[in-house]
């Protein structure tokens, strides 16, 4: 089993105001954590941030400070002025932003077949599209093929920083394209494991007392009750844990037993 | 008009492993978003932790610092072990966690309720259910008219703390009853203003231009185009300015003016 100290983790920072302010409700930061805690990486925080590129670099260096494995940015990487994450980026980390021309062809290539597609009146680069293949110096280029910007992964020592876009069909199909088989083959050996049982008992403050004394025993194991409102006869428990594929299964099975007995224990006090 | 420096901030703290995992989405953030962003106060960061004192106290106490004048925390306040959120906050404030009669008085209220009603097995307080009532000294309680966890408010100094809880219907009740008429007496004065206009140009690294010049003359007015895809001919451009009521028209019509005029010069060169 891997204790906490030691299995990795992730910071994510979405970037945007329209994110601040309401208008626009962040659901790629539940799409990547989902995926990540599949493979094992737990998502120890996530920022959301202005489109500022002091902020982006402050949360950036702080996830390094901590040691984060990973830190997933997702937005700003568009053309108009407020889109400054690749500078916050390269503040962060401490390199130039350089025109990179792998990004610069792919670029190119995106406005080609959009104009030839008929979605945009000409196909020439402007100042604003250009912006697009400015990436920090060192940085792996990644696909965009539902928009036009395209992201970065960079390699910083231990820590590995994607930059993403933030229409949510673009960031999906680059983090399925170009970036979760590259983290299984980093983080692979452990997994996921997951059990939801049904308990007897409603009231969730009885289950909470099983499940304090059961933790003591099982302290990677996550046990949450899944509360639904009160009245509904009984309660579902989540229990996960990250472990190997030889130990996750045992390790589930116990841990549901142990809760069970305390339960029991409880109920004919 | 209010400048970024002087005009009020809000800090969003959601409290919650599931929220980190993917297993829940955050909504609350976005519900609260709006709301402050209608009475003019901006919400500079959102930060997802998961149940971890340290980790909450330690977002608490850098608000502060940074001279926020809203913390609103959500999550956290239930009866199992692992809802720290109220001891998180005493924490970071540095005072100490007590049994607050009101809210205790509130508890024995609700659960009498929920008995009646058969949605609980026994009206006795439990140890569990009596955590519940633990709020930092000082504390104003919040009531919960949908679950049971009261929330609170807490003066420090400047800033105000408000910590609700998670279940969004519970959130948004205690937010619709118990927050928004205490802020906007104490925000009152500016109020969000906004227009959407469309313009002819559907391409956003061309509206990126204009809009970069028409930001140099008016700063505090968030001008923001809606990209929606390529292809659908024209585009959408929100404009947004906080400001008291009786300039609040007349700068968005100057923004929307200058906007206009700009877009028509590149379009003409």
């Known amino acids: 089993m891997m204790s906490k100290t030691t299995s990795p983790f992730a910071v994510l920072i979405p970037i945007g105001k329209e994110l601040l302010n309401g208008r626009v409700l962040d659901t790629n930061s539940q799409f990547i954590a989902k995926k990540l805690w599949e493979i094992g990486v737990e998502v120890r925080r996530i920022v959301i941030v202005p489109d500022d590129c002091h902020d982006i670099a402050q949360e950036i260096k702080r996830a390094k400070r901590e040691g984060a494995s990973l830190i997933i940015t997702t937005g700003g990487l568009g053309p108009t002025p407020d889109d400054v994450t690749m500078m916050g980026v390269a503040d962060a980390i401490g390199r130039k932003l350089v025109e990179n021309q792998q990004a610069l062809q792919h670029v190119v290539s995106r406005y080609e077949t959009l104009f030839e597609q008929g979605k945009v009146d ?148």
Chains 1, 2 share one sequence.
Not at 149 to 158: F, H, L, T
Not at 167 to 193: H, N, Q, T, Y
């Open 122 to 269: 000409f196909r020439e680069l402007t100042k604003e599209r250009r912006k697009m293949a400015f990436l920090p110096e060192g940085a792996v280029v990644l696909k965009n093929d539902v928009g036009t910007a395209p992201g970065a992964k960079i390699v910083w020592g231990k820590t590995w920083v994607y930059v993403l876009p933030g229409v949510p069909s673009e960031m999906k199909s680059m983090f399925d394209g170009e970036v979760i088989e590259d983290l299984k083959r980093r983080f692979g050996g452990a997994r996921l494991f997951r059990l939801k049982i049904r308990v007897q008992e409603r009231d969730e403050s009885v289950v909470a007392r099983a499940i304090k004394k059961v933790q003591q025993s099982f302290k990677d194991v996550l046990i949450k009750p899944e509360p639904k409102g009160f009245g509904l006869g009984g309660m579902t428990v989540n229990i996960e844990v990250v472990a190997s594929e030889e130990e996750g299964e045992a390790i589930l099975e116990k841990a549901s037993k142990a809760l069970q007995e305390a339960l029991d224990g409880f109920l004919s006090e």
